[in-house]
């Protein structure tokens, strides 16, 4: 019991550290390289902060536990879309971009809407239970790979504009501290990352001890515990970019990593082994679907495009009912 705390305030303490680490060095990388901070929220950040789901995921298809990979995804992207952006717009509203709106959003649910259709085998080829195999799993690589080759395309374009003046040539030692504080920022970078993923993992190795000590289900564990202590370095770093100023960062993370579990975690495990996932519904997946509609759609109507405190509070809210139906379900 005690072993499992100690790793749980651990895990909270690096991902902490590793936040403030990633956000300075991502946000000054992006103004160096005048990369956009919201291409670096949805590509370093978002894959740096995904790869405790992806181990979590790859690691339960290969110890034979497909629901685990599954409910874990399903979890954690519900927790970022409902429950963190909505802690993000009632700590300060977020102003959703016209890239983000016209772009990334919409890449968002029809990775959701994939993974439903992938998944919902029950419902959509009426098979006695839900099981996401290896063509389905490679669908969802290619939609992935289809999504990066985008990103590097749209921060080509975001660098085309003219690059800053050259010092003169007397002061040619200037170029020494900029390299420098180019290898700081990577490092910042680096080992931010690296804390976050130790961090989770800690989390989930403490959380999830303590709640199979209290007898909760292997679906449960995933959907909840496993889940929300994956999600815990996307809480902590876009929370901490929003709170800095840096909303392209903050909300690309989210959505960047949100993409990247529903279809490069989820494809990688379905490669390992066909997921299976009797435990796993259409209420878990549908409400995975409502929540990247709404995130996208709710901003886009608004005048402001922004996403404040009230729609913040209505994700929260949404979160609490979905968590309390799993907890009633089991």
């Known amino acids: 019991m005690w072993h499992d705390i100690i790793f749980l305030i651990l895990g909270l303490a690096l991902l902490v550290a590793g936040a403030n680490y990633v956000t300075d060095g991502a946000v000054a990388i992006a103004r160096k390289f005048r990369v956009s901070n919201l291409i670096i929220g949805l590509t370093v950040v978002a894959l740096g902060s995904t790869l405790p789901d992806m181990v979590v995921c790859i690691e339960s298809a290969f110890h034979g536990k497909p629901a685990m990979a599954i409910g874990e995804v399903i979890g954690s992207n519900t927790f970022d879309l409902l429950l963190v952006i909505g802690v993000m717009g009632l700590v300060r509203p977020l102003r959703v971009s ?4 016209r772009q990334d959003l919409p890449i968002l649910l029809i990775a959701s809407v994939a993974l439903w259709v992938a998944g919902d085998t029950v419902l959509f080829d009426r098979l006695p239970h839900n099981v996401i195999n290896r063509s389905s799993g490679i669908m969802l690589l290619m939609i992935f790979v289809f999504y990066m080759w985008f990103m590097i395309l749209s921060s080509r374009k975001s660098s085309d504009a003219p690059a800053p003046q050259a010092a003169p040539s007397s002061a040619p030692a200037a170029a020494t501290p900029l390299l420098q504080r180019q290898w700081v920022s990577w490092a910042m970078i680096a080992a931010g990352l690296g804390a976050l993923v130790v961090g989770g993992n800690w989390v989930v190795d403490g959380a999830g001890g303590l709640a199979l000590r209290v007898g909760m289900s292997q ?5 909840t515990v496993v889940a929300i202590g994956n999600a815990l370095p996307d809480l902590v770093t876009s929370l901490t970019a929003a709170l800095k100023g840096a909303s392209g960062i903050a909300l690309g993370n989210i959505v960047g990593s949100c993409i990247i ?10 490669l390992v082994i066909p ?9 878990d997946f549908i409400t995975l679907v409502g929540a990247s509609a709404l995130i996208w759609i709710v901003p886009a109507l608004s005048k402001s495009k922004t996403i404040g405190r009230l729609f913040g509070a209505i994700l929260i809210l949404l979160y609490a009912g979905y968590m309390a139906f799993t907890i009633v379900r089991g």
């Open 219 to 223: 679906g449960m564990v995933a959907l």
């Open 275 to 283: 997921l299976k996932a009797d435990s796993i519904g259409f209420v």
């Open 98 to 101: 016209t890239v983000m709106r």
């Open 261 to 270: 579990n529903s279809l490069l975690s989820v494809g990688l495990s379905a």
